[in-house]
T-cell receptor, first 115, second 110 residues
């Protein structure tokens, strides 16, 4: 039972480069989420997806692009990375979009540094 | 927008001590969730609270939903080394997306 996996675990890149973070889940969960975690801010939602080909913005979507062509994959792309996007990124999935009755299951994160 | 304030930011305790932390908001929440994040991993749900005044336990962890619906508390009794990590409170906003506190980091002194 692989669950939810993120790749890469660590990434260093330069300002202006494009970088894609991958997320794959084996549970066939409908909902998938991308969060960023910064000191003093907890987790903030970037984008989420209710199903394949359905995505929506979260609290901090600027500078990010997502796609969901298959239920199991939800890649996050930084089209032109900036230093302010240095963070730890977490992907999560859940059966339903209701976090009250269906817990979100998180990957182990990608630590991204932009120089 | 809605915000959750957690305190303390960090705690240095001896093994065996009891731990208390809290989460407050200026607005009402209908559900409170407590997550734990261990080093190098994603958060894991510990306890969910659904009703004002509710007290729920999960082993040595006990969480309470404040009667004003603007706060919640998490207690850990007789701490052990594996309790180390960051504890987050979270609650759903009007769009059912989670709002997270900044976390309380628990460190156990050797």
């Amino acid at each position: 039972d692989a669950g939810i996996t993120q790749s890469p675990r660590y990434k260093i890149t330069e300002t202006g480069r494009q970088v894609t973070l991958m997320c794959h889940q084996t549970w066939s969960h409908s909902y998938m989420f991308w969060y960023r975690q910064d000191l003093g801010h907890g987790l903030r939602l970037i984008y989420y997806s209710a199903a394949a080909d359905i995505t929506d913005k979260g609290e901090v979507p600027d500078g990010y692009v997502v796609s969901r062509s298959k239920t199991e994959n939800f890649p996050l792309t930084l089209e032109s990375a900036t230093r302010s996007q240095t963070s730890v990124y977490f992907c999560a999935s859940s059966v339903l979009g209701d976090p009250v009755n269906q817990p979100q299951h998180f990957g182990d994160g990608t630590r991204l540094s932009i120089l | 927008g809605q915000q959750l304030n957690q305190s303390p930011q960090s705690m240095f305790i001896q093994e065996g001590e009891d731990v208390s932390m809290n989460c407050t908001s200026s607005s009402i929440f209908n559900t409170w969730l407590w997550y734990k994040q261990e080093p190098g991993e994603g958060p894991v749900l510990l306890i969910a609270l659904y009703k004002a005044g509710e007290l729920t336990s999960n082993g040595r962890l006990t969480a309470q939903f404040g009667i004003t619906r603007k706060d919640s508390f998490l207690n850990i009794s007789a701490s052990i080394p594996s309790d180390v990590g960051i504890y987050f409170c979270a609650g759903p906003d009007s769009n059912y997306q989670l709002i997270w506190g900044a976390g309380t980091k628990l460190i156990i002194k050797p």
